[in-house]
């Protein structure tokens, strides 16, 4: 059986993100783009809009973040994938180790050779031929990506290697749960979506009305910039604005 060649040294660490050249300028891009238009908004400086560049780190961190959420449930959908074939190989007469093996195959088909899933399916497989059980690879898998489900698979795992228990009601029970939870979180997202979209919306509508009332009415807020008084307003309101941003996410931020 042909496992795709893997170094020694994929062993990543998933609570960490590094850009692709790409995914960085598209991120700044839009940082600033946001960080300017904002700046502009609440207190028409060019010189502020250049301060307020610095601002494009919390930016950074947001977009790292949610790359970094993005990558984690696409590997956790994987392993969901991942621990069904292995059901289905362990259900078809073949041991645990072959079994993965086998759930390799299929993840690659499926996701692709390059995916992390995959990578880190042949990754076990290659160690599982250094004689390294599985279930110390498992743990440490469970503890680089911080996903629940392959946390709870490996205690399973473990327990039952020890115990002696059912190899096949644990897969079928496990591929099955993980299933369920995965459906769940599809329809939390589903019904999330309309909100999102009012959010992102919302999100636009102040420094929106500010823009549509300096173009129609040039001057009307004019007292407002400019001068330590006018300042001060405007960065409360923009404070008001910003927490009332980061609270919309914490409300949104169901977590399965």
């Known amino acids: 059986m042909k496992i795709i060649k893997i170094s020694d040294d994929y062993n990543p660490d998933y609570g960490i993100y590094y850009f692709t050249k790409k995914e960085f300028a598209i991120s700044i891009i839009k940082c600033l783009i946001k960080v300017w238009f904002m700046a502009y908004c609440f207190y028409e400086s060019v010189f502020l809009c250049i301060i307020a560049s610095g601002?494009?780190?919390?930016?950074?961190?947001?977009?790292?973040?949610?790359?970094?959420?993005?990558?984690?449930?696409?590997f956790a959908l994987g392993f969901k994938d991942g621990i069904g074939f292995l059901a289905g190989a362990v259900n078809a007469g073949y041991s645990v180790e072959n079994g993965w093996r086998a759930a390799t195959e299929e993840l690659i088909k499926l996701h692709g050779r390059d995916s992390d899933i995959a990578r880190e399916f042949a990754g076990i497989s290659k160690k599982l031929d250094m004689n390294i059980p599985?279930?110390?690879?498992?743990?440490?898998?469970?503890?680089?990506?911080?996903?629940?489900?392959?946390?709870?698979?490996?205690?399973?795992?473990?327990?039952?290697?020890?115990?002696?228990?059912?190899?096949?009601?644990?897969?079928?029970?496990?591929?099955?749960?993980?299933?369920?939870?995965?459906?769940?979180?599809?329809?939390?997202?589903?019904?999330?979506?309309?909100?999102?979209?009012?959010?992102?919306?919302?999100?636009?509508?102040?420094?929106?009305?500010i823009c549509f009332i300096n173009l129609s009415s040039p001057g009307f807020l004019g007292v407002l910039y400019h001068n330590p008084i006018g300042m001060i307003i405007m960065t409360l309101c923009l404070g008001v604005y910003l927490a009332a941003l980061k609270m919309s996410k914490k409300i949104m931020n169901i977590e399965v």
């Open 134 to 209: 599985l279930r110390n690879l498992l743990f440490d898998l469970a503890e680089r990506t911080g996903i629940d489900d392959i946390g709870s698979f490996a205690e399973s795992f473990a327990v039952a290697k020890k115990s002696g228990g059912n190899m096949r009601m644990i897969m079928t029970s496990t591929a099955k749960t993980i299933g369920e939870k995965v459906e769940v979180a599809g329809d939390i997202e589903t019904m999330l979506a309309g909100k999102r979209m009012e959010y992102k919306i919302m999100s636009v509508v102040p420094p929106g009305i």
């Open 55 to 74: 601002a494009c780190i919390f930016g950074l961190r947001d977009a790292t973040d949610r790359l970094k959420d993005v990558r984690k449930g696409r």
